[in-house]
């Protein structure tokens, strides 16, 4: 059972460099989610695909635009990296109704120097 | 400032002790959730409280919601080492899917 898979897991930067996080998940579920954690903190919405073909704005968008391809994969993409965005990003998808459990990612590691 | 606020946001106590973490926020929310995130890990679901006023037990662990329904607690009894982790809420609203999360209270137990 694979769950969510991210790739990559870790990966450096230089500013300005783009580069496009994968995730994939094989449970079905119709809703999808992008969150950063920074060290020692709690993790902050990105962004968010309520169901295939919808994404939405979370706390924290700026510098970042997703793909909901398909059912399966969500992709986060930085279009110019900034040593701000150093962080864990961390994939998760849920059933899509209410109050149901998300499934995380392993998280990808993102050095930007 | 994040929508949910955790406190503390760090608790170092001795194995045996009882702890109680705080979720707190001004606005209503639909569920909130629990989960427990270990080093190099993504988190991990521990308890889904829904009705206000609920009082959920998982061994060692009880986790009750607000009257109101914004704001959730979870107490540990005699703590362990492994209880040790990062332990986040997540609150969801009725209107669209959005998960939110708080900054998370990293819990130590030592032995």
């Known amino acids: 059972n694979a769950g969510v898979t991210q790739t990559p897991k870790f990966q450096v930067l230089k500013t300005g460099q783009s580069m496009t996080l994968q995730c994939a998940q094989d449970?079905?579920?119709?809703?999808m989610y992008w969150y950063r954690q920074d060290p020692g903190m709690g993790l902050r919405l990105i962004y968010y695909?309520?169901?295939?073909?919808?994404?939405d704005k979370g706390e924290v968008p700026n510098g970042y635009n997703v793909s909901r391809l398909n059912k399966r994969e969500f992709s986060l993409r930085l279009e110019s990296a900034a040593p701000s965005q150093t962080s864990v990003y961390f994939c998760?998808?849920?059933?899509?109704?209410?109050?149901?459990?998300?499934?995380f990612g392993q998280g990808t590691r993102l050095t930007v120097v | 400032t994040q929508l949910l606020e955790q406190s503390p946001q760090f608790l170092s106590i001795q194995e045996g002790e009882n702890l109680t973490v705080y979720c707190n926020s001004s606005?209503?929310?639909?569920?909130l959730q629990w989960y427990r995130q270990e080093p190099g890990e993504g988190p991990v679901l521990l308890v889904t409280?829904?009705?206000?006023?609920e009082v959920k037990k998982l061994k060692r662990l009880t986790f009750q919601f607000g009257d109101a329904r914004k704001d959730s607690s979870l107490h540990i009894t005699a703590a362990q080492p492994g209880d040790t982790g990062l332990y986040l809420c997540?609150?969801?609203?009725?209107?669209?899917?959005?998960?939110?999360f708080g900054g998370g209270t990293r819990v130590l137990v030592k032995p």
């Open positions: 998760a998808s849920r059933v899509g109704q209410p109050n149901t459990e998300a499934f």
């Open positions: 449970m079905n579920h119709n809703s």
């Open positions: 695909s309520a169901s295939e073909g919808t994404t």
């Open positions: 606005s209503v929310f639909s569920s």
């Open positions: 409280v829904v009705t206000g006023g």
């Open positions: 997540a609150g969801h609203k009725a209107a669209g899917n959005k998960l939110t």
